[in-house]
C-alpha cells in the first residue's frame, strides 16, 4: 500500500521532542514532514513533552458560531433561546472530543473564560459572579462539570464495547470511571445518575 505522504506527517512527543531529527522517506521515495502539530479526526494535536491537545481552533470556531447566530437573532431572541442555541449548536464545537483528550487546569480555564465572555455579552455584565448565577438559572453546568459529565458517558461506553483493541483498555476505563464517581459521590454507580446529581446539586437554591 503506498502512503499518501501529502496526508501523512510525523510529531515527536516526550523529553526530547525538540530534539534534531532525521528526515522519514517512505518506499516510493517521498519524504514525510515532521510537524509541530496537526489534525487528527477534528482534534488538533502539539508537539511537546507529553502528550496534549490544543483548544485553540475549537474556541475560534466556537465564537464563530455563537456570533453568526447571534448577529441573526440579536436583541429579539430571548435569553432562553439564545441559550438554547447556544447549548445546542455552539457548546458542542467547543466540546469536542474533551472527554477523550488530556486537558490541563489551564485548559479548563481558557475554556470556561470562553463561556463566561459569551454569558457576559449576553447579559450585559462585567460581574463574573453575575455569570454564574444566570447559570445557575438557566441550569447551564460550567464547562469543567460538563466535560466531568461528557468523560463518565465515554468511558461507560468503551469499558462495555466489544471492540478487540477498546478490551486492552477496559480495566483501566472502568478505574477511571470509578475515580469520577467517588469524587462526586459514592454512591454514584453509572454516568445517568453522575447528571442528575450534578444538576441536583448546581441548581439547588442552597448553594
Known amino acids: 500500500m503506498q502512503l499518501n505522504v501529502k496526508k501523512s506527517m510525523c510529531m515527536r512527543f516526550g523529553p526530547m521532542f525538540d530534539s534534531e531529527v532525521v528526515e522519514l522517506v517512505s518506499l516510493c521515495g517521498s519524504v514525510l514532514k515532521w510537524v509541530d502539530s496537526c489534525r487528527y479526526l477534528g482534534v488538533f494535536f502539539v508537539s511537546g513533552r507529553s502528550f496534549k491537545c490544543s483548544i485553540s481552533n475549537a474556541k475560534s470556531r466556537f465564537y464563530r458560531a455563537f456570533n453568526a447566530i447571534f448577529s441573526k437573532i440579536g436583541r429579539s431572541a430571548s435569553e432562553e433561546t439564545v441559550l438554547t442555541l447556544l447549548k445546542s449548536k455552539c457548546l458542542p464545537i467547543l466540546l469536542y472530543a474533551t472527554e477523550a483528550c488530556p486537558l490541563l487546569s489551564r485548559d479548563f480555564s481558557s475554556l470556561e473564560f470562553s463561556l463566561t465572555r459569551l454569558f457576559m455579552k449576553l447579559f450585559c ?23 466531568r459529565i461528557r468523560t463518565a458517558r465515554f468511558l461507560q461506553m468503551f469499558a462495555v464495547s466489544e471492540n478487540s483493541l477498546c478490551s486492552l483498555f477496559t480495566l483501566k476505563a472502568s478505574l477511571q470511571l470509578h475515580n469520577i464517581f467517588e469524587s462526586v459521590d459514592s454512591s454514584i454507580t453509572t454516568a445517568c445518575q453522575l447528571r442528575n446529581f450534578i444538576y441536583e446539586q448546581f441548581t439547588s437554591p442552597s448553594r
Open 125 to 147: 455584565t462585567g460581574s463574573a459572579a453575575v455569570v454564574v448565577e444566570c447559570q445557575r438559572n438557566f441550569a447551564f453546568l460550567p464547562i469543567k462539570l460538563q466535560v
